[in-house]
């Protein structure tokens, strides 16, 4: 009785040759607080035994459907799923990611406190290697409100599996963008629909880190050239919905995210794709070089890619720190005490007030 009197949850689940993490993605979703759900799992074409592992899962739960298509991106497969569901909120999960058992109930109880003028509600992430282990904190956000202008600076949500979508926004700003609509590139089409719902509704945060999201070496968040297509895409197209939105946001923006797939390619020793990243978001913003990191980063890759020399020694010299990397690439807030540089203190101080700046055109 209890579970009937709750809101249905539609669990959206792509999955494409995702066997190494399935089972961890699904048993998260049945470990939830929150019992009204059901779980939709689209296998995009998978070589591997995805559909197998969640077939064990189907035989076991009756909440639990697995449709099985050509591989036809990410996008796609969320459409697919999305077609499929019958909650009145959406919640997407990656094949890779997991959420922690109070996830869906707590993002649940703040959806239902609002009114239906809020569409999406975000939390805060927790990042994994390919093992599990903590690499990094998602910059730990509270903005909320209409964040049409703040999204386009600042992808806030994080990633794919974090928000809680009320269903009848979706209906209201359409579905994701595939791959096919995106040139072949794919990566931000998430960023591209939590901009559109951020024009169209308000935007809530359960304050708390309640998503785990895990950074491979064959996850499409390391493939930058394809995210950085994708990037293009999205914005090109909140440029076009949002004229009145200042030329110097998406300036800013682009510095921002290009320093992050800079982050991206030296994390996988790809130096080259590197430093056509650094490029981008120094020509984009000049303030990056004042980010000490991206600094390091750029010596490092500089040598490594460009010169081809034996700096092994000198290179850890400059290397920096996984907790810096985290700072540089989003992952930790930008004011800590422990910043040193000047030029860092200076970075923080523009930082808030452009991002103090875009909150207060939101309203927020």
Not at 149 to 174: C, D, Q, T, W, Y
Not at 298 to 324: C, D, M, W, Y
Request: charged share 25%; net charge positive; glycine share 6%.
């Amino acid at each position: 009785m209890e579970m009937t009197c709750k809101p249905l949850v539609s669990v959206i689940i792509p999955a494409f040759n995702a066997a190494r993490y399935i089972r961890q993605a699904l048993n998260s979703v049945l470990a939830q607080t929150y019992p009204a759900i059901e779980m939709i799992v689209v296998d995009d074409g998978s070589s591997d035994a995805t559909s197998a592992i969640v077939n064990e899962f189907v035989i076991r739960d009756a909440r639990i459907q697995l449709v099985r298509q050509g591989n036809m991106g990410v996008g796609a497969a969320r459409n697919t799923a999305i077609s499929k569901a019958r909650g009145k909120y959406i919640a997407p999960l990656d094949g890779d990611d997991f959420w922690f058992p109070e996830k869906l109930e707590k993002q649940v109880t703040c959806m239902e406190q609002c009114s239906n003028e809020t569409g999406l509600v975000y939390c805060w992430s927790t990042l994994i290697d390919e093992e599990g282990g903590f690499l990094g904190l998602s910059y730990p956000q509270t903005a909320e409100g209409r964040l049409r202008h703040a999204l386009v600076l600042r992808h806030i949500v994080g990633n794919a599996s974090v928000p809680l979508f009320r269903a009848a926004a979706l209906e209201k700003v359409g579905v994701y963008l595939t791959r096919a609509e995106q040139g072949g590139a794919q990566g931000c089409e998430d960023w591209d629909l939590h901009l559109r719902i951020a024009e169209a509704f308000n935007v809530r945060v359960v304050p708390e880190y309640l998503v785990a999201y895990r950074q491979t070496k064959s996850s499409m968040s390391v493939n930058t050239e394809s995210m950085a297509a994708s990037y293009a895409v999205a914005i090109r197209r909140a440029r076009e919905r949002n004229r009145d939105l200042p030329s110097t946001t998406f300036r800013w923006a682009a510095g921002h995210f290009y320093g992050y797939l800079s982050q991206k390619c030296y994390l996988w020793d790809d130096y080259c794709c590197c430093l056509r990243h650094l490029s981008k978001a120094v020509c984009a913003d000049p303030v990056m070089l004042l980010n000490t990191c991206l600094c390091k980063t750029l010596i490092k890759a500089f040598l490594k890619g460009v010169i081809g020399l034996t700096v092994n020694h000198f290179a850890e010299q400059v290397r920096p720190s996984p907790k810096e990397l985290g700072k540089a690439a989003g992952l930790r807030p930008p004011i800590e005490s422990e910043r040193s540089f000047i030029s860092d203190r200076i970075l923080e101080r523009i930082e808030l007030k452009r991002w103090s700046a875009v909150l207060q055109h939101d309203g927020a």
